[in-house]
Every structure is written in C-alpha cells, then in structure tokens.
T-cell receptor, first 111, second 114 residues
Framework: QKEVEQNSGPLSVPEGAIASLNCTYS??????FFWYRQYSGKSPELIMS????GDKEDGRFTAQLNKASQYVSLLIRDSQPSDSATYLC???????????FGKGTKLSVKP | KAGVTQTPRYLIKTRGQQVTLSCSPI?????VSWYQQTPGQGLQFLFE???????NKGNFPGRFSGRQFSNSRSEMNVSTLELGDSALYLC?????????????FGNGTRLTVT
C-alpha cells in the first residue's frame, strides 16, 4: 500500500518565523509532488508543485525534494497568521494514476 | 471564472438509503476526480473521469460509483449507505487527465449518515 506520511502537528510558530513542514512517501517511482493548503471548513488549494530534486521557490514558499530519501518538505518564510491552516502533501500514485494525500500537518502561526 | 461547484453542500441520510452527489467542473476542464475526506483517514481517492470514461478507481467498495456526462459534469452515487460513509466528499477538476494538470477542488458535500 502506497503511503504518504506527515506529522499531524499542530506545529506552532511565531509570526515572522520559518515554518518547516515535512513529508515522506513510500513509492520510489513517484515523480510528482504537491503541497495543498486547506483552511478550516474550506477545500484544499494547490500552493506548490515540484518534480525535480532540489528546491523550488515561489514567493515565501520553498518546496524541497529529495527522491533518494523519499522526502519532500515545504518551508514558509516570514510566517503570517493567515498561513494558519492544514498543509497536505500529495504524491503521485505511479501506475495508479492518482494523487495520494498525506493526512496533513496543522500549522498555527501566533501573532 | 466560476470554480468547481458541488451540490448539495449538506446531506443527511439514513443507513441503507442511497445518495447522489453532483459536481460541475471549471469551464473547459475535462477531468473530474472524487475524494472522500474524514478526520481519521484524510483524503482518499475514489475515482477519476475523463471524457466520460473512468480512468482510475480507488480502493472503495462497489457501492460507490460515478459517471461523467458529455459536458464534463459528474455525479457520484453511494448505495446502501453505511454509518462509515459519513464524510466530506470533494470533487476536483483539472484541465486534462494526468498529474501535470493541477487539481482544483470544490467546497465539498458534507454527508451525514444516521
């Protein structure tokens, strides 16, 4: 069974700090990796995608991928209270052709 | 541009009944995927439709079925409801099939089975 693991949190960081969210996956053949943000009572929204080893930056967000270690992370710089949400890691299911989601890490940014 | 629209937003059904959920994708999107979200299991893939054909199916019993119409709108049906089917059902559309097209989620249908 293909799995995506995330620390459920809550992860609490002060405003302005860097929040680091981590995700590991079980299927070595996975090639596509995504981070979704879900506010309480709302639907998930895509914030980052990454396909190659290394870092990908988009504004305050940086996704990091290490396929050898089967590890993907999301860094949020200058965290804001509005970043408080659950962050879902999603990995392609290989031959299954669909996304496999982790259960999410709840982030709380304290003013 | 209108987002993904799911109806109804809330449903309360009794065990043994059946239910149909509806999803209208973003205009121009041809792929529709369905997910079940529960606090214990997180987001779990149900199925994906593209051009009226089911491309992929998750590990759910046959009581869960779906279809897609020629205008890309999709419906999901659950028969013989069980208490464990209580969940948030999310529909997501994407421009094309495959993981290069990002998923855009609707607001979901909250199903409660009593």
């Amino acid at each position: 069974q293909k799995e995506v693991e995330q620390n459920s949190g809550p992860l609490s960081v002060p405003e302005g700090a860097i929040a680091s969210l981590n995700c590991t996956y079980s299927d070595r053949v996975s090639q596509s990796f995504f981070w979704y943000r879900q506010y309480s009572g709302k639907s998930p929204e895509l914030i980052m995608s990454i396909y190659s080893n290394g870092d990908k930056e988009d504004g305050r967000f940086t996704a990091q991928l290490n396929k050898a270690s089967q590890y993907v992370s999301l860094l949020i710089r200058d965290s804001q209270p509005s970043d408080s949400a659950t962050y879902l890691c999603a990995v392609d299911g290989g031959s299954q052709g669909n996304l496999i989601f982790g259960k999410g890490t709840k982030l709380s940014v304290k003013p | 541009k209108a987002g993904v629209t799911q109806t109804p937003r809330y449903l309360i059904k009794t065990r043994g009944q059946q239910v149909t959920l509806s999803c209208s994708p973003i205009s121009g999107h041809r792929s529709v995927s369905w997910y079940q979200q529960t606090p214990g299991q997180g987001l779990q893939f149900l199925f994906e439709y593209f051009s009226e054909t089911q491309r992929n199916k998750g590990n759910f019993p046959g009581r869960f079925s779906g279809r897609q119409f020629s205008n890309s709108r999709s419906e999901m049906n659950v028969s013989t409801l069980e208490l464990g089917d209580s969940a948030l059902y999310l529909c997501a559309s994407s421009l094309d099939a495959g993981l290069d097209s990002p998923l855009h989620f609707g607001n979901g249908t909250r199903l409660t089975v009593t």
